[in-house]
Nanobody
């Protein structure tokens, strides 16, 4: 399994950014892809997940601002981030596991990407 994130960068508060996660070696039939983020000095937290059937999940902190989607033909999952806040600043990682049960529990994931930095600052 290989996961590669891209799309991070510097954006002003209120701005938008779209991250992508390219996945190989996973079957879209039963793998869920989840975005996590880790800010300096904080634990890695689940942000959003999408299951094989397209069911989506969001943390309360991003609900209504972030949208997760997937294109199985391209083996890619996107995270559209809008109305970004300074507290969204973190390294964003994508991870894969079977199913979406307990999607935000990072200990259940063994497949991780290298991460992409998102900085929200004026």
């Amino acid at each position: 399994v290989q996961l590669v994130e891209s799309g991070g960068g510097l954006v002003q508060p209120g701005g938008s950014l779209t991250l992508s996660c390219g996945a190989s070696g996973v079957s879209s039939d039963y793998y869920a892809i989840t975005w996590f983020r880790q800010a300096p000095g904080k634990e890695r937290e689940g942000v959003s997940s999408i299951g094989s059937a397209g069911t989506t999940y969001y943390s309360d902190s991003v609900k209504g601002r972030f949208t997760i989607s997937r294109d199985d033909a391209k083996n890619t999952v996107w995270l559209q981030m809008r109305s970004l806040k300074p507290e969204d600043t973190a390294i964003y990682y994508c991870a894969a596991k079977r199913g979406t049960i307990n999607w935000s529990r990072r200990g259940l994931y063994s497949n991780w990407g290298q991460g992409t930095q998102v900085t929200v600052s004026s």
